[in-house]
């Protein structure tokens, strides 16, 4: 029994992990590639025969543009680092070309998923507007900064790599480690959604904020789902494109042609989230 405490408890620091190397990693670029812009902009700026002042205001700006570029340069090295850690850490998987598991049903299964998660995400956001005004306040402006769905870096970044490579480490890695902590749950049910709600929640921590990690651990659930029920990252990886893709392009549209009420958000995000379960129902259906 001692031994068995010891082990699973290894096994959940090895979930916990990469979530923290993630974190680590995202605060050491930003830093690094802040200060090195500030150096060259001071240096430059010196041998230009700029006054302090305008060294100071071009070092400002100068700053809001390396933290963007600091999330390209993470989310890359990110996908690198957590994909070899996922091949040589979880057991070298075996490459499955996605021409088999993308078969028609699940293609529109996907994407009709990534479409009513973005939806709800998006709902969500809106009524806690109601609530919580003032964080999402700071959470807009907080994505404003990051550029995100204006910046190219930043559209490369969380439309085109992030999918990739957060699928990598949560449903991968993460979803792994945490299927070794519930190892032995006679119920497989309850087993992986247990295992499920773990990754999800280190999803959420992944993001850094509570606005973003609540709904991304509700995000989280569902891409598991995606991953657990057709045995393969690739749904989950087109899900999660789906949703960054439509938040950065298409939501902003759908929902100023909407009414901004509050019982208008929570009865699109109800009807999200039944839409979501009965298609998770259906699904498992099929399967049967």
């Given amino acids: 029994m001692k031994n068995n405490f010891w082990k699973k408890a290894g096994w959940l620091a090895l979930m916990v992990l990469p979530v923290v190397a993630s974190l680590v990693g995202q605060i ?45 340069v993470y989310h890359v090295l990110a996908l ?30 996907t994407v009709v998923m990534g479409l009513l998660m973005c939806i709800g995400a998006n709902a969500l956001l809106g009524a806690a507007e109601y609530l919580v005004p003032r964080m999402i306040e700071e959470y807009s402006e907080m994505m404003e900064m990051a550029g995100i769905g204006v910046n190219l870096f930043a559209i490369i970044a969380s439309v085109l790599i992030a999918p990739i490579g957060e699928e990598i480490l949560c449903r991968g890695l993460t979803f792994h480690y945490a299927g070794k902590v519930v190892e032995g749950m006679k119920n497989e049910k309850a087993a992986f959604w247990t295992a499920n709600c773990l990754q999800a929640l280190m999803f959420g921590i992944m993001h850094g904020n509570l606005v973003q990690g609540s709904y991304a651990f509700l995000l989280g659930l569902c891409l598991g789902w995606l991953r657990h029920r057709y045995n393969s990252l690739y749904p989950a990886m087109l899900a999660h494109f789906v949703v960054n893709f439509a938040s950065s392009f298409v939501m902003g549209y759908l929902f100023m042609a909407l009414p901004n009420l509050f019982v208008v958000y929570v009865g699109i995000l109800a009807v999200s989230v039944a839409a979501i379960l009965m298609l998770m129902r259906h699904e498992e259906k099929c399967e049967r």
């Fill in 80 to 109: 690198l680092a957590f994909g070899l850690w996922y091949y040589f850490g979880c057991g070298r998987p075996k490459p499955v070309s996605p021409g088999k598991v993308f078969r028609g049903r699940v293609v529109l299964v």
């Fill in 28 to 72: 050491a670029i930003g830093v690094l590639v802040v200060i090195l812009s500030a150096l060259s902009t001071v240096l430059s700026g010196l041998g230009g025969g700029l006054t302090p002042e305008q060294i100071q205001q071009t070092i400002l700006e100068q700053s809001m543009d390396g933290i963007v570029f600091s999330i390209l």
